[in-house]
Structures are given as structure tokens and as C-alpha cells.
């Protein structure tokens, strides 16, 4: 156990913290130090998304010794130039998710994306494209309103599968499953 001095000007206090070392948990869950935290510690590399933050554990200051982890999550932020090859490509049904940073409702239903994308990842991919970042995805299909959903599949849009602006997660449950049962992957 690692163990930190504190000092005042009377006093001397011993603290104790326990070793920083990573939890098993949920994709969006992380232990670090003696505290959960909900912070991105993500970047995005490719088309997935990693944990880039590495864990230290060492009982003094000269030890080097330190626990890398990856961690994939449920939504992957993809680009213009990854789009054919990820979407286009997959052997499953992908759910695109066009968002933007400044977008209120793209923040509001993320939380229902991410719970939808770990609950069907079996049965389908979810990814997620900046509005501002892709504007020839924008313009190729013709997304007007956000956050916009298309469901892809066999490298096709989904007829009728589009939807545009915020939505709950029991009604983004209904829509996913009436679109799985469609293409009849349910």
C-alpha cells in the first residue's frame, strides 16, 4: 500500500491510498485511485476506441511498474474515410449515429446509445459520425436534423430506418428492435 505525508505547519498527518490499479466494469466505468469516475479517457485510433490512460502501482516513487489496459466500448466514433470500410462492409446490421459536439439532444440520448450498443452488440454495430468533422457524409446523405440515426445493412440504408432528433431509451429500444425484426436478425 502506498502511503503520502501531509503536512501543516503544527502537524504531521499520515495518509493511505489504496493501489491505483483498473476494475473489471462496464465499458463507461473506470477505478482510479479510491474513486469511480465517468471522465473520457478514450481516443480514438482507427475505428475503435481505446482506454489511453495507463495505471501506476508502486509502493515508491522510483518504481516504474505500470498496468496498460484497453478497453473497447459500445459506440466507436468513426470518419468519412473509415466509413466504407467499417459500415459499407460489416457482416452485421450497423446503427450510424450522426451527432455533433454543440448538439443538445446528440448529448441527451448518448447515454441510451451506448446502453442499446453493449445490450445488441451481438446482433449489431454501433458507430457514430461527427456532423462537422464529415460534411461529405453529411451531404451524401443527406442528414438535416440531429441527432439522426440510419441503420445500415449489407452495405445499404434500411428503408424507413431513418430518425432524426432526441428519443427516449424505451422508444430507441422499440424502433431498434421493429428495424432487427425487419431485416430479420432478431
Not at 491510498?17 to 477505478?31: A, K
Not at 448538439?103 to 442499446?116: D, N, T, Y
Not at 430506418?161 to 432478431?186: M, P
Request: hydrophobic share 40%; proline share 6%.
Amino acid at each position: 500500500m502506498e502511503m503520502l505525508m501531509a503536512s501543516s505547519s503544527a502537524t504531521a498527518a499520515t495518509l493511505y491510498r489504496p493501489p491505483v490499479l483498473p476494475l473489471r466494469s462496464s465499458n463507461s466505468l473506470f477505478y482510479i485511485g479510491s474513486a469511480f469516475t465517468r471522465k473520457p479517457l478514450f481516443g480514438n485510433h482507427g475505428a475503435e476506441r481505446k482506454l489511453i490512460h495507463s495505471f501506476r502501482n508502486s509502493s515508491s516513487p522510483s518504481s516504474s511498474s505500470s498496468v496498460k489496459v484497453q478497453i473497447k466500448c459500445g459506440v466507436t466514433e468513426i470518419n468519412e474515410s473509415q466509413f466504407s470500410e467499417v459500415v459499407l462492409k460489416c457482416d452485421r446490421p450497423v446503427l450510424v449515429e450522426f451527432i455533433a459536439g454543440w448538439c443538445g439532444p446528440c448529448r441527451l440520448i448518448a447515454p441510451a446509445i451506448e446502453s442499446i450498443a453493449q445490450e445488441y452488440e451481438e446482433k449489431l454495430l454501433v458507430v457514430k459520425i461527427d456532423h462537422d468533422s464529415n460534411p461529405k457524409l453529411i451531404q451524401e446523405y443527406k442528414v438535416y436534423g440531429l441527432p439522426a440515426l440510419i441503420l445500415f445493412k449489407d452495405g445499404q440504408e434500411i428503408p424507413e430506418s431513418r430518425r432524426e432528433g432526441a428519443i427516449t431509451k424505451a422508444k430507441l429500444k422499440e424502433y431498434i428492435d421493429a428495424l432487427l425484426k425487419s431485416v430479420s436478425i432478431a
